[in-house]
């Protein structure tokens, strides 16, 4: 609360996330409470013209969520937004990786420093672009380690990696006083082993010693023996005007082991079609490389969520495995 979200005595705070969810439990009830700082609950659902009805009635400063709720603050456009600009001191976001266009749209047309956190339920937050702390932040960067925290990136064989290795993001324990998650009650814990507790996210530490998010494990996408991030090219489609959400992940090809597959939700003012299809995917080859962009496009209207709003991709992964089996 202090370093990462960067909680004053003089914030009007609200974190609009659901307390049944740890970020929300965390970081809107015990964590500010702990400061002695009011926090803010609104009983009502969520939609974008309600977000901006409490920030600009209350006055609120520092405002926090997860990245689908800000989307669709984004969605909403630039004209809902100007009611509020510059109302809000900082913005802080978790529960998926932060987008670059949803930063640069908020420093845009809210005024506002937006700033990506990284947290498990098992021990709240670990890596961040802290609001409270003077550092370097970087676009599609998670930030640096948490005060009392030591990370690390780890190959499979548990050694430790430089930069620009991807690998797996883990807690040297021994040295992260601040760490309280031990194991499981009464199971096991394969992720601690070694002296390390294993995040299971893919990361990799940049030269500068923040780390960038990759994805899950079970996530990453192997195409012609590259590596690709659904992050990256999700990043890249909702750049596209035409695009509100967007889902990647990796479907079966005899070929290229895995092919890039995405799943877009469009803004109210587009349709879907071939062409519309062909033009999303030539955006993120231009955007990213050759290997990385969708060779098939499909439009939906909804996507599958967590209650907390993380997109499951698993869930569609698995959906397309049976259908080419079908």
Same mark, same amino acid.
């Not at 290795?165 to 309280?180: E, F, K, M, T, Y």
């Not at 590596?227 to 959400?245: K, M, N, Q």
């Not at 499951?312 to 049976?322: D, G, I, S, T």
């Given at each position: /609360?202090?370093?990462?979200?960067?909680?004053?005595?003089?914030?009007? =705070?609200?974190?609009?996330?659901?307390?049944?969810?740890?970020y929300?439990?965390?970081?809107?009830?015990?964590?500010?409470?702990? %400061?002695?700082?009011a926090?803010?609950?609104?009983?009502? *659902?969520?939609?974008?013209?309600?977000?901006?009805?409490?920030?600009?009635?209350l006055? $609120?400063?520092?405002?926090?969520?997860?990245?689908t709720?800000?989307?669709?603050l984004? *969605?909403?456009?630039p004209?809902?937004? &100007?009611?509020?600009?510059?109302?809000?001191?900082?913005?802080?976001?978790?529960?998926?990786?932060?987008n670059?266009?949803?930063?640069?749209?908020?420093?845009a047309?809210l005024?506002?420093?937006?700033?990506?956190?990284?947290?498990?339920?098992e021990?709240?937050m /670990?890596?961040?672009?802290?609001?409270?702390l *003077?550092h370097?932040?970087?676009?599609?960067?998670?930030?640096f380690? /948490?005060?009392?925290?030591? /990370? #690390?990136?780890?190959?499979?064989?548990?050694?430790?990696?430089?930069?620009?290795?991807?690998?797996?993001?883990?807690?040297?324990? +021994?040295? !992260?006083?601040?760490?309280?998650?031990?194991g499981?009650?009464?199971?096991?814990?394969?992720?601690?082993?070694?002296?390390?507790?294993?995040?299971?996210?893919?990361?990799?530490?940049?030269?500068?010693?923040?780390?960038?998010?990759?994805?899950?494990?079970?996530?990453?996408?192997?195409? !012609?023996?590259?590596?690709?991030?659904p992050f990256?090219?999700?990043?890249?489609?909702?750049?596209?005007? &035409?695009?509100?959400?967007? +889902?990647?992940?990796?479907?079966?090809?005899?070929?290229r082991?895995?092919? #890039?597959? *995405?799943?877009?939700? %469009?803004?109210? &003012?587009?349709?879907?079609?071939?062409?519309?299809?062909?033009?999303l995917?030539?955006? #993120?080859?231009?955007?990213l490389?050759?290997?990385?962009?969708?060779?098939?496009?499909? =439009? $939906?209207?909804?996507?599958?969520?967590t209650?907390s709003?993380?997109?499951?991709?698993?869930?569609?992964?698995?959906?397309? $495995?049976?259908?080419?089996?079908?």
């Amino acid at each position: /609360m202090r370093d990462a979200i960067g909680l004053r005595p003089d914030d009007i =705070f609200w974190n609009i996330a659901d307390p049944g969810w740890a970020y929300g439990l965390y970081y809107a009830i015990t964590g500010p409470l702990l %400061l002695g700082i009011a926090t803010t609950f609104n009983e009502g *659902a969520f939609t974008a013209k309600s977000t901006y009805d409490v920030i600009e009635r209350l006055g $609120v400063t520092s405002l926090a969520g997860s990245p689908t709720a800000f989307r669709l603050l984004l *969605a909403e456009g630039p004209d809902a937004a &100007a009611r509020i600009k510059g109302r809000l001191r900082v913005v802080s976001s978790a529960g998926e990786p932060l987008n670059p266009e949803v930063i640069r749209w908020f420093d845009a047309h809210l005024d506002a420093p937006i700033h990506d956190h990284y947290g498990q339920t098992e021990n709240g937050m /670990m890596v961040n672009n802290h609001h409270g702390l *003077a550092h370097p932040v970087r676009a599609g960067s998670a930030g640096f380690a /948490m005060p009392g925290y030591r /990370m #690390v990136v780890l190959d499979e064989a548990g050694n430790e990696l430089g930069p620009n290795q991807p690998g797996i993001l883990a807690v040297d324990i +021994a040295n !992260s006083p601040l760490r309280w998650f031990g194991g499981y009650h009464q199971a096991e814990t394969p992720a601690i082993s070694g002296g390390y507790y294993r995040t299971g996210d893919t990361v990799e530490y940049d030269p500068d010693g923040s780390v960038s998010f990759i994805g899950r494990a079970d996530d990453v996408i192997t195409s !012609s023996g590259y590596r690709i991030g659904p992050f990256d090219v999700e990043s890249a489609l909702i750049e596209h005007p &035409a695009v509100t959400e967007a +889902a990647v992940v990796g479907v079966p090809d005899p070929q290229r082991t895995e092919i #890039v597959k *995405a799943f877009v939700i %469009l803004a109210p &003012a587009y349709k879907g079609s071939p062409e519309l299809a062909e033009e999303l995917a030539q955006h #993120v080859r231009k955007r990213l490389s050759a290997h990385a962009y969708p060779r098939e496009v499909e =439009f $939906v209207t909804e996507l599958p969520k967590t209650p907390s709003g993380k997109i499951q991709r698993f869930l569609l992964r698995k959906a397309e $495995v049976e259908k080419r089996k079908g």
